[in-house]
């Protein structure tokens, strides 16, 4: 197979092979690395349709991490899809009220990010051992909740990494914060920041890029790395699931061969819709893409109106995984749309950082219209997952229901009814306070421990091990600190 290269979004960091990208996380520009050209696949393939989770993961992966052996690629992806997965299918489809949920919570913290988290950090070892890395990485992560406890799961025990995730005091659920901070492996440590998600973000993006200090953790032997969504190490994972529905939805007859699909994903980062824009360059035939969003509707307007304007309060809403005002990954979008062109992405990023916003060209807004931009207020949230359940005995998370929200939207306005898979982010287990209270104000007010056998009572499913006893595990982190403080943070972790 031909080599594939990554470069810098940014246009000075270029013909990196995939395993230097994923150790780097971010390019030493500050840009993003995108592919030189994304892989196809070939659909006629008889084969591809039976091919299991796991299998059909070799075969994507394979075509954008072109310097890992197939071996390797085999020995992550089963180290990664297994029992750790309640559901032997990892990403099962479940056809529900007009439209195709694809459920990608049945992994170790139930939301989808561990369908990346639980594969990277075996990537990134392979990786570092390619690139004769002899230092210990330490993986450094902003959080708005669940990429926190997906990567401390998936990092904790592995050897050669430490991991330390900073995520927003106030901006995270309960279940969320007990996760991380019950979290145990003596390489793990969670810290929550006085800020939100964008301090946290932003925090680190400066750690990444101060020179200085990166160059006193290599003297100490360290080496920094992200688990971010930045890196390609979990964008790639991420299109497997994409093909994998569409490839069921042909096997069950739900569609005939070449039917265009849609693809609706509640959004946050960019990363999850990325993936899926990704999945249809390789030649998946997807139709819309449709973005949807919570109160923080940046990416609707940007869509809507080719302005990102990032100046405006974060509201904290019941979604809170989706409370972000600045998408990192839409930064490979923009790369793409603007036809591979670093000078325009860099007047763009600095427009954001200088003035708090970036207007992009009629020429590339004009070559987005595979996207469509909603958003559902926290109201429509909560009457969204009651309407799912009543009508359709289905129980979704707040981050669905705004994903199930836009959909129906889309149809009202364009009328579409091409098939529809809805990615399903979380379990309804996750945020069972909003959840629980959607259904019956009467569970307003509960705490989110006592509420999950509510929510068990209310679904007819069983309390997933994942928080099962959680509110009596013990809390082993505790630290708290200012976003201008995280450095001393980390000098004080690794005893530098
Ligand atoms: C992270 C997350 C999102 C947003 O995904 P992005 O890739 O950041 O856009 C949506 N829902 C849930 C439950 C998440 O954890």
């Known amino acids: 197979m ?9 246009g000075t960091d270029n013909r990196i092979e995939s395993s230097r990208a994923i150790v780097r996380g971010i390019a030493t520009d500050g840009g993003l690395y995108v592919p030189e050209a994304v892989p196809q696949i070939d659909l006629s393939m008889g084969s591809l349709a039976q091919m299991d989770y796991t299998e059909l993961a070799l075969y994507i992966m394979s075509k954008f991490l072109t310097d890992f052996k197939e071996e390797e690629l085999k020995y992550c992806i089963e180290k990664a899809y297994d029992k750790k997965f309640d559901d032997p ?43 004769s890395i002899d230092k210990e990485i330490v993986i450094l992560t902003a959080t708005s909740g669940d990429t926190g406890k997906a990567a401390l799961e998936g990092f904790a025990g592995v050897e050669g990494t430490k991991i330390i995730v900073f995520y927003p005091r ?3 659920s309960k279940i969320q914060e007990r996760q991380m901070t019950t979290q145990a492996g003596d390489n793990t440590y969670a810290v929550a920041i006085e800020g939100n998600f964008d301090d946290a973000q932003r925090g680190v993006k400066e750690i990444f890029s101060d020179r200085e200090f990166n160059g006193i953790l290599n003297k100490s032997g360290y080496i920094l790395s992200s688990a971010n969504s930045i890196n390609i190490g979990r964008l790639v994972p991420q299109v497997v699931y994409y093909v994998y529905a569409y490839l069921n939805l042909r096997k069950s007859g739900k569609i005939k061969s070449n039917e265009v699909i849609n693809i609706v994903v509640p959004t946050g980062n960019f990363g999850n819709i990325l993936a899926a824009y990704y999945s249809k360059k390789m030649g998946l035939p997807v139709g819309k893409l449709i973005c949807a969003s919570n109160e923080n509707n940046v990416l609707y307007d940007f869509i809507n109106t080719g302005v990102y304007d990032r100046k405006r309060r974060l509201i904290v809403t019941s979604s809170p995984s989706m409370d972000i005002l600045v998408s990192s990954n839409l930064e490979r979008l923009l790369y793409d749309i603007s036809g591979s062109n670093a000078d325009i992405i860099n007047n763009l990023i600095g427009d954001l950082d200088k003035k708090g916003e970036f207007k992009i060209t009629g020429d ?12 559902a207020t926290d109201k429509e949230t909560f009457e969204t997952i009651k309407y799912v359940f009543f009508k359709f005995n289905y129980l979704i998370d707040t981050h669905t229901a705004v994903g199930y929200n836009v959909y129906q939207k889309y149809i009202q306005v364009t009328g579409d009814r091409s098939k529809t898979v809805i990615a399903s982010t979380a379990s309804p287990f996750e945020f069972p306070g909003s959840v629980a ?10 705490d989110d421990f006592s509420l999950l056998e509510v929510i068990s009572e209310i ?5 997933p091990e994942a928080v099962k006893g959680l509110e009596r595990r013990k809390i082993l982190h505790n630290t708290v600190c200012m976003e201008t403080q995280m450095e001393d943070v980390i000098t004080d972790i690794l005893g530098l």
């Open 437 to 446: 209270k959607a259904i019956d104000e009467k569970y307003a007010g509960m």
């Open 170 to 172: 106030n901006g995270v």
């Open 364 to 375: 590339m807004k004009d070559r987005m219209v595979d996207f469509y931009g909603g958003f």
């Open 459 to 463: 679904s007819g499913l069983k309390v």
């Open 2 to 10: 031909s080599k594939l290269f990554y470069r810098s979004t940014r």
């Open 89 to 131: 299918r990892i990403a099962p489809l479940v056809e529900k009220g007009g439209a195709f949920f694809l459920e990608l919570f049945h992994g170790p913290t139930l939301a989808f990010k561990d369908m990346a988290l639980s594969i990277m950090p075996y990537l990134l070892k392979i990786a570092a051992d390619k690139n």
